[in-house]
């Protein structure tokens, strides 16, 4: 966060204070970062916490009977000034250490130790926002203040179960063969807010990584998409489970055991599927484009828009229950809202408010 959007963001969110008061507040802010110099910038505002962290406490130390107190008594506001001018100064000295020292910037890497593994930030940092009414206070975050960032995991860390939970962004995978079991899977972030990215490790090949936005947070009309892009070898995971709010999701080659995606304003677009044990989607707002897709045993897919699917083999070689509220499309026949067949290749279960294509070639 830049140090112009921090001092917005501060602002709105100190609105219940007298003005004079705010504009005491924002000025000694200001100050601290204009102590900590261009340079530093991003770090002071680290240190500082979120917006909404500094706010509330700036607001606690405002109680009831301080607010309107007669103006001889500055207890309050002296409070949160001594606090804020003893920041200032470890601030001061921990930049010219900083600036002194020969610590260089790092790609992200696995913790070492086990309990630095639960987690890539601090439990407490998913829940340090709003300290205000999301509703009455919204942040807008500018186009220019979205940025990127690289974490690596070590496959061995996901093969089992890869879980990805977003309530904003788009999600790509992308397949690399040239990776092996004993090198990184890596996701690249691209546009996203600077928020926390929490990522969990439940063991024996198990992550899960989510991604947040506070709830009062909206980000400009002219930003950029939000992309996840994930690079994995095509037959790294066994069970890959995507839940995301906004977003859509595009899979390149892949072989799986299990495939949940649950995308609640999204769709899904598949090149070459293959899933052993269950296939799971479902797309209240979406489309679903699978371009080949085999499947063993079972497959439900729901959708509002279209479904597209180019299976492996005749439909007529699966038990198949395609419903819609059009027509079903296979090949070149149409049968109206409704198709079943019966056959060994494995269950397919689809529902769409509009039309289902299965094997149709255009």
Same mark, same amino acid.
């Given at each position: 966060m830049t140090r112009?959007?921090?001092?917005?963001?501060?602002?709105?969110l100190l609105a219940p204070l007298p003005e004079a008061e705010r504009k005491d507040a924002l000025s000694y802010y200001e100050d601290y970062l204009d102590a900590a110099g261009p340079e530093n910038e991003a770090r002071a505002i680290a240190e500082l916490g979120s917006p909404e962290e500094v706010a509330r406490k700036i607001l606690d130390e405002q109680s009831p009977q301080g607010v309107s107190a007669a103006p001889a008594s500055p207890a309050p506001r002296s409070r949160w000034r001594m606090v804020l001018g003893g920041g200032l100064a470890v601030l001061v000295l921990a930049c010219f250490f900083f600036q002194h020292s020969k610590a260089t910037p790092v790609?992200?890497?696995?913790?070492?130790?086990?309990?630095?593994? /639960?987690?890539?930030?601090?439990?407490?940092?998913?829940?340090?926002y709003l300290a205000v009414p999301a509703d009455t206070v919204p942040l807008t975050i500018p186009a220019d203040d979205l940025g990127e960032s690289t974490l690596q995991i070590p496959l061995e860390k996901?093969?089992?179960?890869?879980?990805?939970?977003?309530?904003?962004?788009?999600?790509?995978?992308?397949?690399?063969?040239s990776l092996t079991s004993d090198k990184y899977a890596t996701f690249q972030f691209d546009n996203f807010p600077h928020s926390p990215v929490l990522r969990t490790t439940g063991g024996d090949g198990r992550t899960t990584l989510t991604f947040e936005m506070?709830?009062?947070?909206?980000?400009?009309?002219?930003?950029p998409e939000a992309m996840l892009?994930?690079?994995?070898?095509?037959?790294?995971?066994?069970?890959?489970?995507?839940?995301?709010?906004?977003?859509?999701?595009?899979?390149?080659?892949?072989?799986?055991?299990?495939?949940t995606v649950a995308l609640n304003n999204g769709g899904l677009r598949?090149?070459?599927?293959?899933?052993?044990?269950?296939?799971?989607?479902?797309?209240?707002?979406?489309?679903?484009?699978i371009?080949?897709?085999?499947?063993?045993?079972?497959? /439900?897919?729901a959708a509002t828009r279209c479904i597209r699917l180019h299976l492996d083999g005749d439909p007529a070689d699966y038990t198949t229950d395609a419903r819609t509220d059009n027509v079903v499309r296979i090949g070149n026949k149409e049968y109206d809202k409704r198709y079943t067949s019966t056959g060994p290749n494995g269950i397919l279960n689809l529902y769409a408010k509009g039309l289902i294509y299965l094997n149709v070639d255009e």
């Open positions: 112009t959007a921090f001092l917005a963001a501060l602002e709105q790609q992200p890497v696995e913790p070492a130790s086990p309990a630095a593994d /639960s987690s890539s930030v601090p439990e407490e940092a998913s829940s340090s996901l093969n089992q179960e890869l879980k990805l939970s977003l309530n904003y962004g788009s999600v790509t995978f992308v397949t690399d063969p506070p709830e009062n947070w909206q980000v400009a009309e002219d930003a892009t994930v690079t994995i070898p095509a037959d790294a995971l066994a069970r890959l489970i995507i839940s995301l709010e906004t977003g859509d999701v595009r899979l390149a080659p892949m072989q799986l055991k299990t495939l598949a090149e070459d599927l293959t899933v052993t044990r269950d296939l799971l989607v479902e797309l209240p707002v979406g489309g679903c484009n371009d080949h897709l085999s499947i063993a045993e079972y497959a /439900s897919i």
